[in-house]
């Protein structure tokens, strides 16, 4: 398993954009198809996007398509999100979760690594 460390979190108007950023340890990151979950009081941890290892192919939720851009950098062992045009409903805590899924992978049981969360509050 890889260690994750997100940031980049905090509190913005709807409108507005956040760069969150997820730290992996460990030198199998390159292995690992990564995605970022998102959980909103009293629901259920929902998929946001995932990318493959070398970066070349992703898939996103559908809410957040043509908003929300997931990338990578094998060399620097970390993934992003950019969060564009945000909106009160992406208020959640965001996670960051790594898979050694042969492909990519929307399931939540898929990942056996996980971050502690970052938390994104967007106000209308």
């Known amino acids: 398993q890889v260690q994750l460390v997100e940031s980049g979190g905090g509190l913005v108007q709807a409108g507005n954009s956040l760069r969150l950023a997820c730290a992996a340890s460990g030198r199998t990151f390159s292995n690992y198809v990564m995605a970022w979950f998102r959980q909103a009081p009293g629901k259920e941890r929902e998929f946001v996007a995932v990318i493959n290892w070398s970066g070349d192919s992703k898939y996103y939720l559908d809410s957040v398509k043509g908003r929300f851009t997931i990338s990578r950098d094998n060399a620097k062992n970390t993934v992003y999100l950019q969060m564009n045009t945000l909106k009160p409903e992406d208020t959640a805590v965001y996670y960051c979760?790594?898979?050694?899924?042969?492909?990519?992978?929307?399931?939540?049981?898929?990942?056996?690594?996980w971050g502690q969360g970052t938390q994104v509050t967007v106000s209308s």
């Open positions: 979760a790594g898979s050694r899924a042969a492909d990519l992978t929307t399931r939540l049981s898929d990942f056996n690594s």
